[in-house]
């Protein structure tokens, strides 16, 4: 179920974190909704969101960027594209 409250926005932030903690072994992580930012933007009409991840894992170690975002996109893939229409890594 989409919807562009920002409590549940905020929620979604959330289980991403939760998500990506599970998946990797986290030394930092900061998720920003720039939904906002997209108004309009055909992608965010059905309540898909863009967002921003600044990640630091050790799990990116050796690994081409091209990997690292594979890694992230995994373990977010449940929510694509319903709730995540786009992402921005940022890696630490």
Do not use: C
């Amino acid at each position: 179920m989409s919807t562009s409250s920002s409590g549940s926005r905020n929620g979604r932030i959330e289980k991403y974190e939760l998500a990506l903690k599970q998946a990797l072994p986290i030394d930092s992580l900061k998720i920003e909704d720039e939904s906002h930012l997209h108004a309009g933007h055909v992608g965010a009409q059905g309540g898909a969101g863009h967002y921003r991840i600044f990640i630091k894992t050790p799990a990116f170690n050796g690994l081409t960027r091209v990997q690292q975002h594979r890694l992230v996109y995994d373990a977010l893939s449940a929510w694509m594209p319903d709730e995540i229409h786009a992402l921005a890594i940022v890696i630490q």
